[in-house]
């Protein structure tokens, strides 16, 4: 779980994966949908090391039960992943996610696990639904927006083969961790992802995530009156 975000474009002292979203911080609603899909995973929270007391002062606070690995963070998120991969012992599947994205589905999660065990990593991916126009010196130029994807999180890898492609040195041209396993020659692999799981970036992000959080868990009350699930 990545978590090294500062509060910058937040216009905040408090990072935003602390900050409260319905009843407690964005951090541990994106726990919770990992611990809700497999109690059995080997959770890794990957920190800026200033952070770390923060976050068991807000454990404690919340009453955060879910057992987890600190890792600290780095100047880059390359630096970041990479010290993360590290706690990781065993062999297996690894998932890589943005801790303030916490309205990602089961279902991404069950989608991005099978396409991994398939073909050896899963980036969910949504599409692009405005019109596109890339931009040069010359000006700019429409192009045609179903040739684009938008990116999302968990991206989902086997762990030896992320863990030897982040022993190569950084690059400016790694915008992701998908984008590090395609440098050593890997064909990365696309899958659905869910359109509610937004990356909370700015102040106007928690008016749309705790919109869509409250009509999740109105939904899911239903199905359960209807069905008793």
Known sequence: ?????????????????FAELCGKPVIMHSFQVFYDFDPQINFVLVL??????????????????????????????????????????????VFIHDSIRPLVSIKTIETCLAKTIEKG???????????????SKKGSKAV????????????????????????????????????VLESTGETIQLVEGNLENIKITYPHDFIIAEALMKNIKKTISFKRLLFGA
Not at 54 to 64: A, D, I, R, S, V
Not at 121 to 135: D, G, Y
């Open 144 to 179: 045609g927006r179903s040739l684009y994807k938008l990116v999302q999180t968990p991206q989902t890898f086997w762990v030896n083969q992320i863990k030897e492609a982040y022993n190569q040195p950084y690059s400016e041209q790694f915008t992701d961790d998908a984008s």
């Open 48 to 93: 800026p090391k200033q952070h770390v007391e923060t976050w068991k002062k807000l454990c404690e606070k919340y009453n955060f039960q879910i057992p987890h690995q600190i890792a600290f963070g780095g100047n880059t998120r390359f630096v970041s992943v990479k010290n993360g991969l590290k706690k990781i012992a065993s062999e297996g599947i």
């Open 1 to 17: 779980m990545m978590a090294g975000g500062s509060g910058s474009r937040m216009n905040s002292a408090t990072p935003k994966q």
């Open 121 to 135: 990593n899963a980036l969910p991916v949504i599409a692009v639904n405005e019109s596109v126009r890339k931009i």
